[in-house]
Antibody, heavy 118, light 107 residues
Framework: EVQLVESGGGLVKPGGSLRLSCAAS????????MNWVRQAPGKGLEWVSS????????YYADSVKGRFTISRDNAKNSLYLQMNSLRAEDTAVYYC???????????WGQGTLVTVSS | DIQMTQSPSSLSASVGDRVTITCRAS??????LGWYQQKPGKAPKRLIY???SLQSGVPSRFSGSGSGTEFTLTISSLQPEDFATYYC?????????FGPGTKVDIK
């Protein structure tokens, strides 16, 4: 069974940093691109970042470019999102989601809440 | 960047109704589009991939169609468990983009 479990969310002050993790199981993690998607309270879904299976290709939304860094460790079956210079508008539930093309976001984690507030 | 629009933004319907939601892309995206259902407090669930292919385990009352710039999600006979918010997602080119969502509630 495919499972994605996010962790690392919490309350952080504006300008602060946080690192999210996503632990994957039930599939060959190293064969799939991975994604981060977020959802601000009461708002829609927003694609944040994608990373290819071997980390060769990385993409970001303009809203996080230069502040967030996506990475992965295929030996640990884990995906990460390093978030720096956090702003109030980064407050959201952050989901990791598997795949690209035919597998695009076919499985999601339960999400982890990031709150940026003083 | 490709922009996604959805219509309507919300709708009220009754159990048994046929419901159609439209998603439009600002430029052609072939069939690189998925449809997702989200219930309050839960992660999204993929219903349709490649514009018209039904995700395994999803009831056959859900169907998708379209290619290029215009896509539709149809629920042939709305069931109580279908009241939710629906999103489309284009993954043809970066930055990927979700539509703003369509909330389906009970009339």
């Amino acid at each position: 069974e495919v499972q994605l479990v996010e962790s690392g969310g919490g309350l952080v002050k504006p300008g602060g940093s946080l690192r999210l993790s996503c632990a994957a199981s039930g599939f060959t993690f190293s064969s799939y691109n991975m994604n981060w998607v977020r959802q601000a309270p009461g708002k829609g879904l927003e694609w944040v970042s994608s990373i290819s299976s071997s980390s060769s290709y990385i993409y970001y939304a303009d809203s996080v470019k230069g502040r967030f860094t996506i990475s992965r460790d295929n030996a640990k079956n884990s995906l990460y999102l390093q978030m720096n210079s956090l702003r109030a508008e980064d407050t959201a539930v952050y989901y990791c989601a598997r795949g690209d093309r035919l597998f695009m976001c076919d499985y999601w984690g339960q999400g982890t809440l990031v709150t940026v507030s003083s | 960047d490709i922009q996604m629009t959805q219509s309507p933004s919300s709708l009220s319907a009754s159990v048994g109704d046929r419901v159609t939601i439209t998603c439009r892309a600002s430029q052609g995206i072939r069939n690189d589009l998925g449809w997702y259902q989200q219930k309050p407090g839960k992660a999204p669930k993929r219903l349709i991939y490649a514009a018209s292919s039904l995700q395994s385990g999803v009831p056959s009352r859900f169907s998708g169609s379209g290619s290029g710039t215009e896509f539709t999600l149809t629920i042939s006979s709305l069931q109580p468990e279908d009241f939710a918010t629906y999103y489309c997602l284009q993954h043809n080119s970066y930055p990927f983009a979700f539509g703003p969502g369509t909330k389906v509630d009970i009339k």
